[in-house]
């Protein structure tokens, strides 16, 4: 999860009051994610998911998240929309921490993917490049290769070994990895966070991709990188599938092939996005409320898979 904000039933009940939605039923805490509070919301109408922004969420960015939403579901993708409250504005503070009331989609984040659900996960992705290209507002990544390397320089080397004491020689080899990065590859909106559970399914189709609070401009083959090292390694990230990484690729493929420079690039920005979930969770490790009703994820689970990219280079996607 996360719900890190308490929020009664009274305070709940005025909130949902403000939508057009009909009456709150129930409500109670996803114990899901990391990175905001989530509740599941039951009214007289349906279910809704209230987000309260929380951490790494700059209210300014809201409009181009939750503008997002609309633009992607408009366009047919299995993306929530956001629901607009009676004075149409799509979000609203509650005290000083704003919130959102969105779609509530059906489906489960499969937690051992097969092939066929990699597959329909890569198509997905293309599609959702497809729609974006549009979008007219812009956002840059701030969690780019440089960004996340600062990120770790300030953990500083003793706090990141204190996590483990493999953990520092991150350092080296993200500078490698920022000098290296290419940044000319073919652009859109990218989810760039497309892990298992930010996809919902039902069998083989996806009914949502949620969890757009990273999105950013950026190289679609990045994000196709993101996807890979979140989808296709056991949870410790020592074995990778590769079928399910074939499967992703060719599902991906089957909606906008790869130009040769972007399947040459695959490794390196697989290495790209190994550095920044170390990043962020070596980051969330070491300042994350010791009563947060929330599970730390754990920053080898990336290093191993960075160690993997690094061993087989082009052979990580044969
Ligand atoms: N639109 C939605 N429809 C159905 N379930 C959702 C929706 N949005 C979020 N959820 C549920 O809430 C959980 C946490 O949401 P998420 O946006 O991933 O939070 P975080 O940003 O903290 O990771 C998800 O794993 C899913 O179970
Ligand atoms: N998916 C990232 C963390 C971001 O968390 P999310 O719950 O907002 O998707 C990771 O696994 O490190």
């Not at 320089?153 to 003793?158: K, L, N, P, V």
């Not at 996809?199 to 949502?208: A, K, N, S």
């Not at 990188?225 to 296709?232: E, G, I, L, P, S």
């Not at 962020?280 to 599970?295: G, I, Y």
């Amino acid at each position: 999860m996360a719900v890190y904000t308490h929020l009664g039933a009274e305070d709940l009940a005025q909130l949902v009051a403000q939508y057009d939605v009909g009456e709150l039923v129930s409500f109670k805490g996803i114990a899901e994610g990391v990175s905001n509070s989530n509740w599941l919301v039951e009214t007289t109408q349906g279910r809704f998911v209230l987000t309260m922004y929380e951490r790494r969420i700059e209210t300014a960015d809201l409009p181009f998240f939750l503008g997002l939403l609309d633009h992607l579901s408009a366009a047919g993708c299995p993306v929530p929309r956001t629901i607009h409250d009676r004075a149409g504005d799509a979000w609203r503070m509650v005290g000083d921490k704003a919130v959102a009331l969105i779609e509530f989609l059906p489906g489960l984040s499969p937690s051992h993917p097969s092939a066929a659900q990699a597959h329909a996960v890569g198509s997905a992705l293309a599609r959702m490049h497809g729609a974006a290209g549009d979008f007219p507002t812009q956002r840059e990544n701030r969690l780019a290769p440089p960004d996340a390397l600062a990120i770790l320089q300030d953990c500083g080397e003793a706090a990141l070994a204190a996590i483990d004491p493999q953990l520092p020689a991150i350092l080296d080899t993200g500078a490698e990895i920022v000098a290296a990065w290419p940044n000319d590859l073919p652009q859109s909106v990218i989810h760039s966070d497309l892990f298992p559970d930010n996809v919902l399914m039902l069998g083989d189709r996806v009914t949502g991709m949620i969890d757009f609070y990273f999105a950013c401009n950026g190289a679609m083959a990045y994000d196709l990188a993101v996807t890979h090292a979140a989808w296709c390694f056991d949870e410790t990230g020592r074995n990778c599938d590769r079928n399910l990484g074939h499967a992703l690729v060719e599902g991906y493929e089957s909606v906008r092939p790869l130009e040769d420079r972007e399947r040459a690039a695959l490794p390196l920005l697989a290495e790209g996005a190994c550095l920044r979930f170390i990043a962020s969770r070596a980051q969330d490790w070491l300042e994350t409320p010791a009563d947060a009703l929330v599970r730390r994820k754990d920053p080898m689970e990336f290093m191993r898979r960075l160690e993997f990219y690094r061993a087989n280079g082009q052979g990580a996607f044969a």
